[in-house]
């Protein structure tokens, strides 16, 4: 099943801070909010993307 989860366009650094089960789910749920800033290269405007793999949280990320 694929996850959803934000992508920086700018960097390619992969947000997993937070993940959503659809596009739909993601957008209803506030992922295009004007406060989030990429947190490798602080560019404020991200993808939604779907991944085919489960996507583990980072320890530091919790």
Request: aromatic share 4%.
């Amino acid at each position: 099943m694929p996850t959803v989860i934000r992508h920086c366009p700018t960097c390619g650094h992969d947000d997993l801070r937070e993940q959503w089960e659809s596009v739909d789910q993601a957008m209803n749920r506030g992922a295009m909010r004007a406060t989030w800033v990429c947190p490798s290269c602080s560019w404020p405007e991200p993808e939604i993307v779907e991944v085919e793999r489960p996507v583990a949280v980072p320890d530091d990320a919790r």
